[in-house]
């Protein structure tokens, strides 16, 4: 017994793969066979459909697309007819995988049981099924043209459906997008026409001190953070000292006895002088320091007026510190430009080096240079190295 | 824990005690390096000058137009054009509208005033601004002379100018004298001509029968030394230049001599002398006519120049092979070699600044005019041609002329100037071709 089954075992092993083996040598054949499915219009394509009903049942969700088919197929398929045997070439490639499809259900009949064996195999088939629904599509699609549309298609399916649905809504939300971009663009125009006012708002900057006022209240709430301390006092007057050199006296013997007593007593004399004329005194440091990035604007607009052409081999020998007090409005105050130092070259040189590097301050703060208002404290003097030992002629 | 939080509490109010002072201590002036600036031409504003009597109106004009070429040709000057005045100078001595002058960003002004004698004599006076500091740059200066030295004043005037802004002195009231050339270059003639720096005012010192070459002026500029060929061989001549009247110097053995220079003193001049197919340096009282060797080498020695004080010798030799520089102590003695190149030095001139010495290179088929310092280093070669030679210094050691030819039988020599830069390269204007030019110190 256990011989036979062995041989019977074998025996439906070789039949059953000779049958399949050998139905896919024949795929040769397909070809000629296909033109016989061509012949098939109307009865056997009903029976076909019948037979594949079955399998097609497994998957109900695919079935709708069945109906659709034949209604669009049913009406083409007499016109297709005369222009088959161009598709048919076409199909060969596809039909090749398709074919055996049609031939398993054929044979299946001595191989009900595989059919339960090969369950997972099926699954391949719904696959496929996706695949069989294209060809009554085939039919129906008798135009050349739409032929080669087909062949493609029916792979992409599940793509071109997620897409519609996708396309559906994206399109609507691109138009809402779109429309707020819109908005958004005409939101850049304005900016373009600011960046055009700020160049011509240069000049009306006596409104700038206005504002500037603000600066001046934070020194007072730092002053009285100051105040505890009684160490800080001292340093200011230092910072205070260079300007009465240059700009007020009388208000700096004032002042300094002022904040000796208290901060917040020369903090409000401050307010009542309002600081516009001359910035006589900051008992503190106003705001933050300059960043490195402010400093280096400062620096860069001075360079781009600093000539060194007209200057003598002499005179580019002489690094001179140049002391300046600013205005609020980030002009500087051409009167308080002082030589603070020289070295490298003779008087005359660095009376030579120092023109040049006045007429740099000047020229180009003529405009007020570029600095925080709420720093003002930090930059209200300044002291400019001019250091000509890249400029030099050698 | 209480005692914990105590030491924290406690350093806490240290930080927040000392956070203040760190700020505090970065608050004196804001302190700024600026290590990098621009080289541009300054902006200089020359209304013409205001005439103060109507003979002088024409002179006015003219002046101020000499004045701003003046400056404008030195590269490191740009005119504001007249179009762009705001307000017109009418008077010497009205207040200046800064304001007017910023505006079309003039940062210099030059307003002056002529007027003129009824005996025919010439005043101007100028006065000269720094339009963005709002204040006058040096005191007025006011110049006489005759009518027909207008142009002297005028380049007195622009000599005072540059000499304020810049800080150096001037160039502008000197004279050249040169080479002139005419005719094809198989059938050149050679005269000695002098001119102004400019090229105007050009005036002949010598006729064209014999070949000149070389002309040198001396340290007041009221002479000149130069190699003539009149006696069919080279020997070297000084030229009184007022009165054109000249000598020859002689030489020991009456030996051929060429390549003259004075000393800074005017006293000693250093020359070149063949001796049996030998060329060395000597060195002659021009008074005594006594000379005495400097060299004594079997190569070549020639194109001597005394340094501005009078301690060293710059030549050129080729002991080395090649024609190098050397210098050597100015009576003579052991030389030091300066030029390290590639390619051939020669016709070394020390700068009257005494910092540079300015030379004649040849390297690959080119011609270069160069500076170094005067222990050899930083050479900088300022042009490149087809043949530039002869370098010569202004006054003021800025600028350098020298001598161009052009390529071909039909090639012309004329003369050049660039700042010792390198700007500024251009021509300068002669009446004819040009050769072999020799500045001459500021005139008095």
């Not at chain 2, 009518?147 to 304020?164: F, I, L, N, P, Q």
């Amino acid at each position: 017994m256990h011989a036979g089954h062995v041989i019977s075992a074998s025996g439906h092993a070789l039949l059953i793969g000779w049958m399949l083996f050998g139905s896919f040598s024949i795929p040769p054949e397909p070809s000629v066979e296909v033109t016989s499915v061509a012949l098939v219009s109307n009865e056997e394509y009903a029976a076909l459909l019948a037979a594949q009903e079955p399998p097609g049942a497994a998957t109900d969700v695919e079935a709708p697309e069945v109906p659709e088919t034949p209604d669009v197929g049913a009406p083409e398929v007499s016109a297709t007819q005369d222009s088959q045997p161009e598709q048919t070439e076409p199909e060969v490639a596809e039909a090749v995988e398709q074919d055996p499809v049609p031939d398993q259900p054929a044979p299946t009949p001595p191989a009900p049981e595989e059919v339960a064996d090969e369950a997972p195999v099926i699954e391949q088939p719904t696959q496929d099924i996706a695949a069989l629904p294209p060809e009554p599509r085939l039919e129906p699609e008798p135009a050349p043209r739409d032929v080669p549309r087909v062949a493609p298609q029916p792979v992409e399916r599940p793509d071109p459906d997620v897409k519609v649905d996708e396309q559906v809504q994206q399109p609507a939300e691109q138009a809402d997008n779109a429309e707020e971009q819109r908005e958004e663009q005409e939101a850049t125009a304005p900016e373009e026409a600011t960046t055009e006012i700020v160049t011509e708002a240069e000049q009306p900057k006596p409104l700038a001190p206005t504002v500037s006022k603000r600066p001046k209240a934070r020194p007072v709430v730092q002053q009285a953070a100051v105040e505890p301390q009684p160490e800080p006092k001292p340093e200011p007057k230092p910072a205070a000292e260079p300007k009465p050199a240059a700009e007020t006296k009388p208000e700096q013997p004032a002042a300094p006895p002022k904040q000796d007593d208290s901060d917040a007593v020369a903090a409000a004399l401050e307010k009542a002088l309002g600081g516009g004329e001359t910035p006589s005194e900051s008992p503190a440091p106003s705001g933050p320091p300059l960043t490195s990035g402010e400093k280096d604007a400062l620096r860069v607009a001075v360079s781009s007026c600093w000539n060194t052409g007209s200057l003598s081999s002499d005179a580019l020998r002489v690094t001179v510190e140049v002391a300046v007090s600013m205005q609020e409005d980030g002009r500087p105050n051409g009167n308080t430009i002082r030589l603070v130092s020289s070295s490298g070259g003779s008087d005359a040189a660095a009376r030579q080096a120092f023109e040049a590097a006045r007429r740099a301050i000047i020229r180009c703060g003529a405009n007020g240079y570029d600095l925080p208002r709420e720093k003002y404290g930090q930059w209200r003097d300044i002291v400019m190295t001019f250091n000509p030992e890249k400029m030099r002629i050698k | 824990m209480r005692h914990v939080t105590r030491l924290a509490t406690a350093a806490l109010t240290a930080l927040t005690a000392l956070l203040p002072l760190g700020a505090i201590a970065q608050d004196g002036p804001l302190r700024i390096e600026i290590t990098e600036g621009v080289i541009e031409p300054l902006p200089i504003a020359v209304p013409n000058f205001v005439p103060e009597n109507p003979a002088a109106a024409q002179m006015a004009t003219q002046i101020a137009r000499v004045v701003v070429d003046d400056l404008v040709g030195t590269g490191l000057f740009r005119e504001v054009p007249a179009s762009a005045y705001i307000s017109p100078v009418t008077s010497f001595s009205a207040p200046v509208q800064y304001a007017d002058w910023k505006a079309i960003n003039a940062q210099g002004l030059v307003t002056g005033a002529v007027s003129m004698d009824p005996s025919g004599r010439l005043n101007v006076k100028f006065r000269l601004y720094d339009v963005f500091a709002g204040q006058e740059l040096g005191d007025g200066l006011q110049f006489s002379g005759t009518e027909a030295g207008w142009r002297r004043m005028a380049h007195k005037v622009a000599d005072a100018v540059y000499s304020r802004i810049t800080g150096e002195g001037g160039y502008f009231d000197s004279r050249v004298v040169y080479v002139s050339e005419t005719g094809p270059k198989d059938d050149r003639r050679k005269r000695l001509a002098i001119m102004d720096y400019d090229g105007a005012n050009t005036q002949y010192l010598t006729d064209s029968s014999a070949i000149v070459l070389a002309p040198r002026f001396s340290p007041t500029g009221d002479r000149v030394l130069y190699t003539s060929y009149e006696t069919g061989s080279p020997r070297i001549f000084v030229l009184d230049v007022a009165s054109v009247g000249r000598r020859e110097l002689p030489t020991p053995g009456g030996n051929m001599a060429f390549s003259p220079r004075f000393g800074p003193n005017g006293q000693r001049v250093v020359y070149s002398m063949e001796q049996g197919g030998n060329t060395d340096l000597f060195a002659m009282d021009i008074n005594t006519g006594q000379s005495q060797r400097l060299t004594q080498a079997p190569s070549i020695e020639t194109a001597p120049s005394f340094s501005p004080d009078g301690s060293q010798i710059v030549f050129e030799s080729d002991r080395s092979g090649t024609p190098q520089l050397y210098i050597m102590p100015a009576g003579g003695g052991e030389a030091r070699r300066i030029s390290f190149g590639q390619g051939r030095y020669g016709t070394p001139v020390w700068s009257p600044r005494g910092d540079l010495i300015a030379f004649t290179k040849q390297s690959k088929g080119r011609f270069h005019i160069g500076v170094m310092r005067t222990d050899g280093s930083e050479e900088r070669l300022l042009t490149a041609s087809f043949l530039d030679e002869g370098p010569t210094w202004s006054p003021n050691g800025r600028v350098i002329m020298f001598t161009r030819e052009t390529q071909g039988a039909q090639g012309a020599s004329s003369l050049y100037s660039v700042d010792i830069t390198g700007r500024n390269l251009k021509r300068v204007s002669t009446d004819s071709g040009a050769s072999d030019p020799a500045w001459s110190p500021l005139q008095n």
